[in-house]
């Protein structure tokens, strides 16, 4: 899949080049040129998987070309660890919990997310990551 540049749609790039060049030229984001379409029966389908599951399914829409599906699952699997439960607030209105990560906050999601995808992308190279919070959520 490749994704473009939203400031630069000159500037196109592989998944994995977004992920290890993190923006685009003039701090643009990357975005994909395609989305993928579900079906209803597919969507159905998937509500029915559990989370890391489901989620490789989406994932592999727009990158099974780079990674396959049975290495996002895989890779998925070791980001989340923890519950992301849905409370009932009221009829019809949930809360997703995003704290139960390993440092209560919601940047759990996607930092040990593109940690996955980082060291799957570097392969056998090293790889160091450095992590910022806002102060407000992070366990100390």
Known sequence: MKLYNLKDHNEQVSFAQAVTQGLGKHQGLFFPHDLPEFSLTEID???ALDFVARSAKI????IAEEIP???LQ???????????PVSKVQDDVGCLELFHGPTLAFKDFGGR???QMLTHIAGDKPVTILTATSGDTARR
């Open 45 to 47: 389908e998937m509500l």
């Open 59 to 62: 994932l592999s829409a727009f």
């Open 69 to 71: 599906q049975a290495v």
């Open 74 to 84: 895989e890779r998925i699997g070791a980001a989340f660890t923890f519950p992301a």
């Open 113 to 115: 997310f593109m940690a």
